[in-house]
Nanobody, 113 residues
Framework: QVQLVESGGGLVQAGGSLRLSCAAS????????MRWFRQVPGKEREFVAN????????YYADFAKGRFTISRDNAKNTVYLQMNSLKPEDTADYYC??????WGQGTQVTVSS
C-alpha cells in the first residue's frame, strides 16, 4: 500500500505561482513513476506531468511545458509540482498518483483573472 497526501493548493492571481506537494508513505520503493493529474468538475481527469523514479526522467502535457516543473525529494518521499505563469484555465483539483494505482485526495487550485 502507498498513501499519498497532496498539499499546496490555493487561490492565486493569474501570472502567479504555486508549488504543490505530494507526500508518499508506505511501500514507496515499489513505485515506478509518480504523476500529477488535474480535473475540473464535470470533465475528465487530465494528465499534467510524470516523473520516473528510476532515472528522474520527466514528461509533460503540452499545456504544462515551460510553465510547470515536476521534481522529487527522495529524503522526504515527496514529489512536487511547481506551477508558474498560472492561467485561469489551470483552475482544477490536482491529484498525484503512484503508478496510476494509488491516488491522493487532491488539492484545489483556483486562478483568478
Amino acid at each position: 500500500q502507498v498513501q499519498l497526501v497532496e498539499s499546496g493548493g490555493g487561490l492565486v492571481q493569474a501570472g502567479g505561482s504555486l508549488r504543490l506537494s505530494c507526500a508518499a508513505s508506505g511501500r514507496t520503493l515499489s513505485v515506478a513513476a509518480m504523476r500529477w493529474f488535474r480535473q475540473v468538475p464535470g470533465k475528465e481527469r487530465e494528465f499534467v506531468a510524470n516523473i520516473r523514479l528510476d532515472n528522474n526522467s520527466t514528461y509533460y502535457a503540452d499545456f504544462a511545458k515551460g510553465r510547470f516543473t515536476i521534481s522529487r525529494d527522495n529524503a522526504k518521499n515527496t514529489v512536487y509540482l511547481q506551477m508558474n505563469s498560472l492561467k485561469p484555465e489551470d483552475t482544477a483539483d490536482y491529484y498525484c498518483t503512484a503508478d496510476d494505482f494509488y491516488w491522493g485526495q487532491g488539492t484545489q487550485v483556483t486562478v483568478s483573472s
